[in-house]
């Protein structure tokens, strides 16, 4: 009876309790997602449209159809940026992973202060990705380069100073500053996948004579799956669609421009400001995100099947 009860509640107030959300969810995000689609096939400039030479205020008159998107794609800037994506969320995707589950790991065998240690841990994902980028340049800049790693620093390595101005080091400085973010929430969600594995399955293979790293890998790692398609999931979409911490870091300096920063910054390369280029940049980089991360679910989703 009050199972009958709740759900006819539920059903009851489920519309009037969520209309609110979808209401600002259509107006602040679809709607203006249709509208940018139907932009990136016009000569958009910002405040005006462009019918070959005649500025007009109606983006019927200024479609150009994939213009934009031929030219987004020979874009030189964005294949930059588009590698440099790739390079970088590869990086970071594995970073976070690993430190994430070898923390899980850690504070799910000890017994004092775990949840100390977790509210440490987790601690960074509140920050913004400005402050945060903001923060990281001056540990980069004065606490590696000059105190800890640089000439005159207590130990000295080259790699870790300067990390902001120099290519491929400026990559993994990035790769550092999200890892430092992000592990701590991805950590929470192993820890969860950790302690749903049942004790019995580790006490019965310990009697069967598997050693720790048999437990990890037969045990372990399957029955984490579920919590690897969200952690992987996340930190795929994260990594693709960095912008903040791009921004603060370094600016796309020195070989950094990531796509998010890339499509912010074409209008600016171009004069006149080329909106709808930027905004053709928008979409394909939409399809990548939505097709790996897809693609990435499906994969971990049949691992979890297979279990």
Known sequence: TEVFVMNKYYKKWFLPLSAPA?????LVVFVPFIIGVFYSFTAWKGTFFLNGKIAT????????????????VNNE?????????IKFTVIAVVAINVTALLLALMLTSIKKFAGFFRVVFFMPNLLGGLALGFIWQFIFEV????????PD???????LTNMTQGGLKSI???????????????????????????????????????GAFTRFRVITLPMLMPAFTIVFFLTLANCFKLLDQNVALTNGAFGTRLLALQILKTPADMSPPNYGQAQAQAVIFFVLVAIITLIQVNITKKKEVEL
């Not at 606490?143 to 640089?150: K, N």
């Not at 992000?182 to 019995?200: E, K, Q």
Request: no cysteine; charged share 10%; proline share 1%.
């Open 57 to 72: 205020s109606n983006p019927f008159e200024a479609f150009v159809g994939l213009q934009n998107y031929v030219d987004a």
């Open 22 to 26: 979808i209401i600002l969810f259509f």
């Open 143 to 150: 606490v590696f380069s000059q105190i800890f790693f640089g």
């Open 77 to 85: 800037k964005f294949q930059i940026a588009f590698g440099n994506t």
């Open 172 to 210: 993994f400085a990035l790769v550092i500053l999200v890892a430092w973010q992000m592990v701590g929430y991805m950590m929470i969600i192993y820890v969860a996948g950790l302690n749903n594995i049942s004790d019995d399955l580790y006490e019965a293979a310990q009697i069967d004579g598997a």
């Open 153 to 159: 620093g207590l130990v000295s390595v080259e790699f």
